[in-house]
């Protein structure tokens, strides 16, 4: 009789941990992070946006300090550049600031305007709320179709 208890007793412990063991293994699979799954349009936005500040510093610092080179002329006359996520944005930007797309490459549009870099570059420091455009160095000459 001893011994049928011990083996009551035994797969009573025995039981015990396989429900322990099953309730640790369902409240890990539930509390555990689920995979995200993206597709190929929402990657490509992500990568794009990712690309984003990169191509906007590459701008900045292609142009340099606006002041100095301007005076040396070493920009296209009536054209600045701009950086946009898309071709619908860069026509915004280039509407914006009263001027015609005319072309959009890698993030980067290129924009001529109706007045000169100068007043532009004026225009731009009185009025924050235009979007950000710089002079078309020559670097970038290679955008303008």
Do not use: C, H, W
């Not at 011994?3 to 890990?28: C, D, E, P, Y």
């Amino acid at each position: 009789m001893e011994k049928g208890k011990q083996m009551n007793r035994l797969i009573s412990i025995i039981a015990t941990f396989i429900v322990v063991v099953a309730i640790g293994t369902v409240i890990f699979i539930q509390t555990r992070p689920k995979p995200i799954v993206v597709g190929a349009a929402e990657m490509e936005k992500m990568e794009r946006a990712e690309r984003l500040p990169v191509i906007e510093e590459a701008v900045e610092i292609g142009i340099g300090e606006t002041e100095k080179t301007m005076s040396n002329q070493e920009y296209v006359e009536n054209q600045v550049v701009a950086v946009a996520e898309s071709k619908r944005e860069a026509k915004k930007i280039a509407k914006q600031i009263g001027g015609e797309l005319l072309s959009y490459d890698n993030q980067v549009a290129v924009i001529q305007i109706g007045v000169t870099v100068e007043e532009m570059m004026q225009q731009l420091e009185e009025d924050s709320s235009l979007p950000k455009v710089y002079p078309n160095y020559e670097g970038y000459q290679n955008y303008t179709n």
